[in-house]
Every structure is written in structure tokens, then in C-alpha cells.
């Protein structure tokens, strides 16, 4: 990746949650690996596709004493001060008469990537851009059904998602100190509204800027290296929160949570690989959790899980 950024060719990467698979394709080669892609900055995917059916959507989340197992490994390392916000998600069969194709053409989001008989993910979530020498990160944490009375507003205050969001923004503005001088937060607290097919949520971001040291400046791979795992998909602190969710969760993220992005040979635009749905022999899983801190209540938690299982096809 230092090597392609290097020399200002484009190329797009995915790279999996715990940096263990790399994935680079040149531009020229994108065709050739059978990936669709749709970005703002990017998109090989020409098709106009027409949904002729009307659709059908069966999660089957796993019950809430299962789900309790994990969360209460995560509370007791919380409790014992191991962490104080940590990721826990969980794998959900669905039943669907989506193909993974027919989700990636037709759902409505910034990041979206089709990966054929593997995975389709569409992601409202920034990871880093790189603009010009300067760096800008987007954490989101914190979501709510848009329903609900004065619902922004509520997010906004809500005692326990305040906590996980300046949380997060502290742990980004950290690690994007290491990379970059000048870091400060330009945007806090920021609402935007998803929707779904099943139901609309918002969701809360902050913007966090700064100016790429000299000795990363072109080198997208060591950046990368330096960053990963993304914070708002882990926790802080990160290498004893990264053993928690291992521990905890029991089943492999793979690339969900993992990270891609596209250089055009000057500029970066990367995603968090979230809203993300794998194909595993010929059943469907959806991929989704949230933040956990010592406020966070087991019910609330478990029906965020099932909250976010969703598809943004209108």
C-alpha cells in the first residue's frame, strides 16, 4: 500500500478486523476480482437494477440469554477496570429473498462493496479521508429510533450514549495524534438520519481533523497499520478491550469491523465495514452489536443488536 500511495497509483484496499488479511487492487485489476464498489469518490458499478418483488426480511436473533453470556464477560472487565467502552456484536441468521447483489444494488448508503458469495456490507460510517495533507475522522456512536419522541434530541442527552460517544472521540482524537499534528475536534455531537426499510434511526457523529506528519504523509499502509483496529468498532483502552471481544463474542468477525477504502492517487476516502451480511455455506448472517460501558443495561443492549438489523432499501 506505502508502495502504490507512494507512487500516486490508485488502488482499493479491505483489510479485516484484526489486520490479519490485506487486500490491494490496483485500479486496473478491480474488474478482475469480481468486487462491486460504490462510493462517493468511487464506483464500478454501472447496472441500473430494477427490485420487481416485494421483500422479505426474517431476522433470527439468537435469545436474549445467550446474548447475556457475553455481555456479562464484558461488564465484569469493565467492573474490574480491564476497559471502559468495549464493541460487543454478535452473528444473526436472517432469512431473506434478497440476494447479496440485489442488497448491494438497491440499499442506500455512503459505503457500500458487494463481495461475490461472500459478504455485502453498506456503511454509514467514515473510517479516515486524507484531503489535501490533512486527515479527517467521523466516529459514530450512538443511534436511536427516529420514531420516538423528540428523539435527536433525546440521543443527544441520553446520559449513557453521551458517555460512549465522548469516549470515542477522545480515543480518535488519541490515535489520530499518532499520525498527524494539530488534531482537534471540529464538529461534536452531530445528528443524521438513516433510513431504513423496517424503521428509521438517527445516529450520532463527530468530526475530528488534523495535519499528517511528514513521515506518513503518502504512506496510506504504514497509517493504516498505525490506526487499526478502528476505535469506534473495538473500545478503549484498545489492546486489553481487543482480548475482551475476543473472549466474549466466541465467533470470528472476519472483515466485519475491518476497514477499505479507495486512493485515487492523491486523496483517501475509508469506511467502517459495518451493516454487513455474510454468506456462510448457503445460510445468511447480519453482523451487528454496539458499545458497552458500566451504564449500558442488558435489554436496552440486546434490542440495539436487533435494532441495527435492518436494510436501507426504501
Known sequence: MDELSLQKVPFF?????????????????????????????????KQEHVLNKKIEWNPLPESLEIFKEGFEKVQKNIRLGNSYLTNYTRKTEIQTNLSLDEIFYHSIAKYKVYSKDFFVFFSPETFVKIIDGKILTYPMKGTIDASLENAAEVLKNDKKEKAEHYTVVDLLRNDLSMVAHDVKVDQFQHIDLIRTQQKDLYAMSSEISGTIKPEFAGRIGSLMKKLLPAGSILGAPKPKTLEIILEAEGYDRGYYTGVCGWFDGENLDSCVMIRFIEKEGDKLYFKSGGGITHMSRLEDEYQEMKNKIYVPIH
Open 13 to 45: 484496499f479491505m483489510i479485516d478486523f484484526l489486520a490479519e488479511n490485506v487486500e490491494v487492487y490496483p485500479e486496473s485489476e478491480i474488474e478482475k476480482s469480481g468486487l462491486l464498489i460504490d462510493f462517493q469518490s468511487f464506483s464500478n458499478s
